[in-house]
């Protein structure tokens, strides 16, 4: 019923919808669970359609005496300052697809963001047998180290290592995921939700399974007055204990407060701190994974008492703006400062690495649009103090980096949308790099191709070339790896709801920097291919999905080294699911349930991690995995605001396999049940 006033809002709702407000996976913005307390607030009365219903709101409502009422109050306290709050919405990456929502997301409960990739179209995961670790995936033809995590313009990628942090996103945040293929790089990028409430709100989120295993999330959330909203959360993380040094333990806390300043600014501050210590194993010793016995209490580490620290915090000062001429509720521009801090240290018997990191700069962002062009631009500088102690691993000196990038849609063209990116960055030892990236969308009826290309560099991370531990060394002649891309996605609406396609990349990459013979080094030429079949067809009860995924490394078409530095073998994964959602019980809870599996039916070499370097590369030395297969059951019910999630993991365990791999050597949790549930608490 509000759907038509979502630009005036001042009731009890999150502006990218409130966790136990929406009936179905579908249906997002119902206000109201219960008749609302008017507020004294100013509402653009003129936005609200009087003769609307909703068949979702659980009680009669009159527009017109919310009007009298509104219009009264706004009379009676003549001396009161009234606010029209207008819910900030945050603009989109331009080009980019959204591939999440609070709304889809509230409906699962992840260890980790990988454990949600894993069930993609296009993506093989890396794990390490538990989460809150340097988990990884491959996705298409992007391996882990071109891969790129954002916070809004906050970069969660390792500044040492360059690798992705998943397992920092605080998820049950997260109001809007959107992911980009550059062509040289795979961009992810995500805001978390706003809340626009008259009392506190509080949420309870926990998750339990066997062993170690333990997740409780706090927050709470409230308005000091219309224009004010402050937020703080605490998120307790635990997971491992299964075998032995793989206890992980941690913490998450998370401060935001918020302030209208007008109609069209707005000025929030961010703070998020990460804290955890980790047991390394190094992997477990078998000389063939066949005969693994996935025996918890027989399985050896390598390393018996290695441990990581790891500490990760970040602070943002960030204003918004928008069009004061315009109706859109999301933002134009927007610029921030930000300092963040980054440590870690690794502790073994062969080995002990660390560093210390501390880094502040600003960024700016614009967006512009005239008919059908629009235009997007962004910079950023960052200085980098390297605090690491003198006798750890990273003698680099401070440095300095700056990026601008900038993005273009052209959809007034008859029959094709373009698209295209370019970027140059900048670091102040005398490193750079550029990419550019180009794009068409052709629509034909129900059908849509869509083909791209792309060509750029990668500069070498610091860890690259400045790494000086005991076993390995950083090279400073390494030169930027060279990256071509073509890539083209075919697919097929039988309706809105259904979609079938293929999607397919060829990847040309020239001085690759991987590790060989302890020390980095530019390695021959080689080519990253992959290709993808998918399905989606969602239906008012029911939903579907599969894909089947292929990978290889092959010789360069462009430069032909004729010996590539890792295998070969193609990686398969065959993936699906199905669910069933509705109603039960007179329509007194709303359930989602069905299963989801893979299955990997050919043997091959996956990447390799290094935990000194906390460092992924295909080239690798590891023994291949074995086949295997992976089969979950979902169950998720909403009742009033309490959400409830049932999901029993591997139930194939001990029926076709006694475990399997992502990761050489790091044995996966086997058959488990984890209960979670989410409640929303208000007043």
Known sequence: ?????????????????????????????????????????????????????????????????????????ARGEKKKELFKVNPWEFHAPLGAERTATDSTLRWQYWSDWTYKLNREPGVISYRLGTNIRSNAVQRNAHEPRHQQLYWEDISLNDPVSGIVNWELIPQNKIADFYTDDLGTVHESRFYHHQYYINKPLSRLIYSESQFNYRN??????????????????????????????????????????????????????????????????????MNNMLAFNFDRYSASPVQSSATTEQKNNILTLNYYQRNPDSTQTEDNFRAGLFQRSDERLMTSTSDS??????????????????????????????????????????????????????????????????????????????????????EGKIPIGDFSVTVGASSGTIMPTPQQLYWDSDQFKGNSDLENEKVQDIRGTLSYHFNPDTEIGIRGQHKEVTDGIMVADSLFTNVNNYASQSATAFFE???????????????????????????????????????????????????????????????????????????????????????????????????????????????????????????????????????????????????
């Open 537 to 683: 067809w969602d239906l008012t009860n029911f939903e579907f999905e599969g894909s089947a995924v292929f990978h290889r490394f092959a010789d360069s078409y462009v430069s032909p080294s004729g010996t590539i530095p890792m295998s070969p073998q193609e990686r398969v994964w065959l993936k699906g699911s199905a669910y069933w959602k509705g109603y039960l019980f007179d329509r007194a809870t709303y359930v989602k349930a069905g299963v989801s599996g893979m299955a990997a039916p050919f043997r091959y070499q996956p990447d390799h991690y290094n935990p000194e370097l906390n460092y992924w590369q295909p080239m690798s030395a590891d023994q291949q995995l074995p086949r295997f297969n992976r089969l979950d059951v979902d169950i998720s019910a909403r009742v009033r605001s309490i959400m409830f999630i049932l999901r029993w993991e591997n139930v194939l365990d001990d029926v076709s396999q006694l475990g399997y791999f992502e990761t050489a050597q790091y044995p996966m949790a086997q058959r488990r049940f984890i209960f979670s549930v989410r409640a929303l608490f208000r007043n």
């Open 216 to 285: 409780l999330e706090f927050e709470i959330s409230h308005n000091l007055s219309q224009r004010t909203n402050i937020e703080l959360s605490y998120w307790d993380r635990r997971s491992g204990g299964e075998y032995k040094n793989s206890e992980i333990t941690g913490r998450q806390i998370y401060l935001k407060a918020s302030h209208h300043l007008d109609q069209n600014k707005y000025l929030k501050l961010n703070y998020i701190t990460n804290n955890y210590d980790i047991g390394q194993p190094f992997g477990y010793s």
């Open 1 to 73: 019923m509000f759907a038509a006033c979502q630009s005036a809002a001042l009731a009890q709702v999150d502006s990218t919808t409130v966790d136990s407000v929406a009936l179905d996976s579908a249906t997002t913005d119902t206000l109201f669970l219960y008749p609302p307390e008017l507020p004294d607030v100013a509402v653009d009365i003129t936005s609200l359609n009087t003769g609307a219903t909703d068949t979702l709101f659980r009680f009669s409502l009159s527009l017109t005496a919310f009007q009298d009422t509104t219009v009264q109050s």
């Open 353 to 438: 690495t660390g560093y210390s990191l501390k880094s502040v700069g600003a960024n700016a962002r614009k967006w512009w649009q005239w008919g059908g062009l629009h235009l997007e631009t962004g910079a950023k500088a960052e200085y980098s103090f390297n605090q690491t102690p003198e006798n750890n691993t990273l003698p680099a000196e401070n440095w300095a980096t700056a990026k601008a990038d900038g993005s273009i849609v052209i959809d007034f063209v008859p029959l094709i949308d373009l698209m295209g990116d370019a970027e140059l960055q900048m670091r102040s030892d005398g490193f750079q790099s550029y990419q550019m990236n180009a």
